[in-house]
């Protein structure tokens, strides 16, 4: 089966106010052994509770800060429906940001989890949370497995239609029109094997996979005073390569993801809402969907989904960011007062980098209130 790359889109910047819906999206992750192909109504059973003594929180959501579900005793023997990516976990078995449902609403860190015999765990579905399987999809013919994520890439053998593959992550690379989708995400299944994500069909709806080499979730700790600890050094590393003040850039990053708690920032670490438009550009690693509310600079506001970058990491969001404004032409009188952030985030707002018109306001205060200009 021969890739259909289609031809590349330019980024085109727009400027929108835009507010994330997000009501449990699930970020899943590859699990080295658990990645299998189990059937999707399967329970999975072989997992043991291995704590160093004490009971096992049960909670809501794939991580610490969701609320309680009860306990699960060591030994326990609970049944395992699928697995997703959640927050990391230094466990007494072992460290993974992967998580188990074991019912609704009920999940578990695989850190304290021991398997007797070992299991292959499916996939969650990101829209029903049921076990999801990745099945070939051609029209007939086989799918090239290849070196990395392009079609010119060495072939490293061949899948035949309706093949059943266990994905490990998901890489950016070629863009690839085929019978599932149009799309530049390929999939991941072992060292130097990769196949486009065009050609594969889920059966019980597409999991929010991780992207290969990506940070777990970022779970914010400390209050105010630690998400502005943990950012600092992101933001002064892009003021020092971009000059964009890092007060301004830290309180841009309180106000546009709510202190780290919205979706973007939570999982795919995009602290600025910063799009796609067809390439996720130098400093991210891919481009997700999500369901967004956004208002146009005319008026108006409207339900969409669109498609925003991934990073890898905090850091790379900074640089992003700061590379956007210092060298777009439209914040160039900003960039000439970098050395007054007061004057910068007015003229950011001025060059119309958002819509709301307290918009610099809100940045100073932020900026006053929590004594940001220490770090620039």
């Known amino acids: 089966m021969t890739e259909n790359p289609s031809l590349p889109r330019l980024p085109v910047m727009g400027v929108f106010h835009i507010s994330i819906r997000f009501v449990m999206v699930l970020a899943l992750a590859a699990g080295a052994i658990l990645v299998g192909a189990a059937p999707g109504h399967a329970k999975i059973t072989g997992a043991i509770i291995a704590t160093d003594g004490g009971t096992l929180n049960v909670r809501t959501g794939p991580a610490t800060d969701q609320k309680s579900a009860g306990t699960l005793a060591k030994g326990a023997n609970p049944e395992v429906f699928c697995m997703v990516r959640g927050e990391e976990i230094n466990g007494s078995v072992r460290t993974t940001a992967t998580w188990l449902r074991i019912g609704k609403d009920r999940w578990i860190s695989d850190a304290y989890v021991n398997w007797s015999p070992a299991q292959a765990v499916p996939w969650c579905s990101a829209a029903s949370k049921a076990a999801t399987n990745a099945t070939v999809s051609t029209k007939g013919g086989e799918l090239n497995i290849r070196a990395a994520a392009n079609s010119s890439a060495d072939r490293q053998g061949t899948y035949a239609n309706g093949a059943g593959i266990a994905v490990e992550c998901q890489a950016w690379g070629q863009e690839v029109d085929g019978p599932a989708r149009t799309?530049?995400?390929?999939?991941?299944?072992?060292?130097?094997r990769y196949v486009s994500a065009a050609y594969i069909k889920w059966s019980?709806?597409?999991?929010?996979?991780p992207w290969c080499g990506q940070d777990p979730p970022?779970?914010?700790?400390?209050?105010?005073?630690?998400?502005?600890?943990?950012?600092?050094?992101?933001?002064?590393?892009?003021?020092?390569?971009t000059g964009v003040p890092a007060s301004v850039t830290i309180a841009q990053a309180i106000l546009e993801s709510g202190w780290g708690k919205g979706a973007l920032a939570r999982e795919d670490h995009n602290l600025f809402g910063m799009k796609c438009f067809g390439s996720p550009g130098d400093h991210a690693i891919g481009c997700r969907d999500y369901a967004t509310f956004e208002c146009s600079p005319t008026g108006g506001c409207f339900d969409m989904n669109a498609t925003f970058r991934a990073y890898a990491n905090v850091a790379d969001s900074y640089r992003d960011h700061g590379d956007l404004l210092?060298?777009?032409?439209r914040y160039a009188t900003a960039m000439d007062h970098a050395d007054d952030p007061k004057r910068f985030a007015?003229?950011?707002?001025?060059?119309?980098?958002?819509?709301?018109?307290?918009?610099a306001d809100k940045l100073i205060g932020i900026m006053d209130d929590?004594?940001?200009?220490?770090f620039d």
Not at 183 to 192: P, S, V
Not at 218 to 241: E, K, L, M, N, W
Not at 347 to 353: D, L, N, P, R, S
């Open 183 to 192: 799309t530049g995400a390929w999939y991941r299944l072992g060292d130097k």
């Open 204 to 209: 019980a709806g597409e999991p929010w996979l």
């Open 218 to 241: 970022s779970v914010p700790r400390g209050g105010t005073a630690g998400f502005i600890d943990a950012h600092a050094s992101a933001a002064q590393a892009s003021d020092s390569a």
């Open 326 to 329: 210092a060298n777009w032409s």
């Open 346 to 359: 007015r003229e950011i707002h001025k060059a119309g980098y958002a819509t709301d018109p307290q918009y």
């Open 370 to 374: 929590y004594d940001l200009y220490r």
